[in-house]
């Protein structure tokens, strides 16, 4: 009965204006597996875990309750209960992580706005899935809405490289592919914006530390983004005005690691960007697992889609340094529960959450999906007693 908004401003919670999830008919028609899917994809580790203990404990508790008989028989009851709920789960993050599905995106009204990936992977990443290619990350993030994404692979350029020969001519044409190199420096992970082989050649150390210098073309100063999860005592004045040049810091990271450190030091990592003047951005951080965008960073760059694909990331990476505020992250509603008690909650604000951002046409294909399934479960138990009473008969 009550109707909540699924997108909230990563920074002070507000329902974003000029912004709308987009969900396609597919996606609607099969809500109830679109929407559980997407919301075990939105989870931190410890939310994973909270939510598998509740998950394992209540059925093991449900089991329990309706045994009878001698303790042995109750206590292979519980076992069992448990068992299949071990089953359960793990099909439903099998597929949260393997089955292509429908995916929602985001639509702006500015016709201004960019929406950005700032950390994505190909299988040039050695930790990426096998399969995922620069065509399939391009793929998945038009559908996920978005008009431009780095591509930072681990120790190689490959699927940068590979992406950018396939660039649209206009930016405007198709989700652009940008290069950019995730690195260690110091504690901190970094996403060095635009990076390409020729660059790194001498301006990374052995250590994939970045050293002073300009990019090539145009002799622009380089741009990096610290990833989620670092640590923010090595986020610093020095890193801002010399290498690694940050220009911003994630507050929202898709991967459970990412979620959990974004969940604990939000206000934090919100001051520390104030304190340096840098922007606050998002990276799906996406290996090529799972079909759920957490968030989307909008920065405003005028006639984006006449420009050519490497000066988009020019200009995107000069709106980070001009303009850090101005730069905004939405991202889907989530729990945000970090600490051991509040991870207690997980799964009833998890559920709460899930069914108070369903659009009025998933609530009436919820109620179809429910009594079409409670249907055929009478149906079927109907069925079993005609046959049992007919063999009684014989």
Not at 9 to 22: C, F, H, N, Q, S
Not at 81 to 100: F, M, N, Q, R, W
Not at 200 to 210: E, V
Not at 370 to 380: D, E, K, N, V, Y
Request: glycine fraction near 8%; aromatic fraction near 6%; hydrophobic fraction near 45%.
């Amino acid at each position: 009965m009550f109707t909540r908004a699924p997108l909230r401003d990563a920074v002070d919670g507000a329902t974003p204006t000029g912004a709308e999830l987009v969900l396609s008919p597919l996606y609607v028609v099969i809500s109830p597996l679109s929407r559980t899917l997407d919301t075990i994809g939105l989870l931190s580790t410890g939310q994973h875990i909270a939510l598998g203990a509740t998950v394992i404990g209540l059925s093991m508790l449900l089991g329990a309750v309706l045994s009878s008989g001698p303790f042995t028989r109750r206590m292979i009851r519980v076992i069992a209960s448990g068992g299949i709920a071990i089953v359960v789960l793990a099909i439903l993050y099998a597929c949260a992580v393997a089955l292509p599905r429908p995916m929602a995106a985001l639509a702006i009204h500015d016709p201004n706005i960019v929406l950005v990936d700032f950390h994505s992977h190909t299988h040039a990443s050695g930790d990426a899935r096998s399969g995922f290619s620069p065509e399939d990350n391009r793929a998945w993030h038009k559908r996920g809405g978005f008009d431009a994404a780095y591509i930072s692979d681990h120790r190689s350029f490959a699927g940068a490289e590979s992406a950018r020969s396939r660039n649209p001519m206009r930016a405007g044409d198709n989700t652009v592919l940008l290069s950019a190199y995730e690195g260690r420096y110091r504690g901190t992970f970094e996403i060095f914006l635009s990076l390409s082989r020729d660059d790194s050649a001498t301006m990374l150390d052995r250590r994939s530390w970045l050293l002073e210098g300009r990019l090539a073309p145009n002799n622009r100063v380089p741009a990096s983004v610290v990833a989620l999860p670092s640590p923010l005592s090595d986020v610093g004045a020095e890193a801002h005005d010399g290498p690694p040049y940050v220009a911003a810091i994630e507050i929202s990271d898709g991967s459970p690691r990412g979620f959990a450190q974004s969940d604990r030091d939000r206000a934090a990592i919100i001051r520390r960007a104030d304190s340096l003047g840098i922007a606050l951005v998002s990276g799906s951080n996406n290996h090529g697992w799972g079909w759920v965008v957490q968030a989307w960073t909008l920065v405003n760059v005028p006639n984006w889609r006449g420009l050519a694909p490497d000066s988009l990331g020019a200009a995107i990476e000069r709106e980070l340094r001009r303009e850090p505020r101005a730069v905004k992250v939405i991202e889907r509603k989530r729990p945000t529960l970090s600490s051991a008690r509040s991870l207690a909650l997980t799964a009833p604000v998890l559920g709460a959450q899930l069914f108070t951002t369903l659009t009025p046409p998933e609530r009436f294909v919820w109620l179809v999906w429910i009594w079409g399934l409670w249907l055929i479960s009478r149906a079927a138990r109907a069925t079993i007693r005609k046959s049992q009473s007919a063999r009684r008969q014989e």
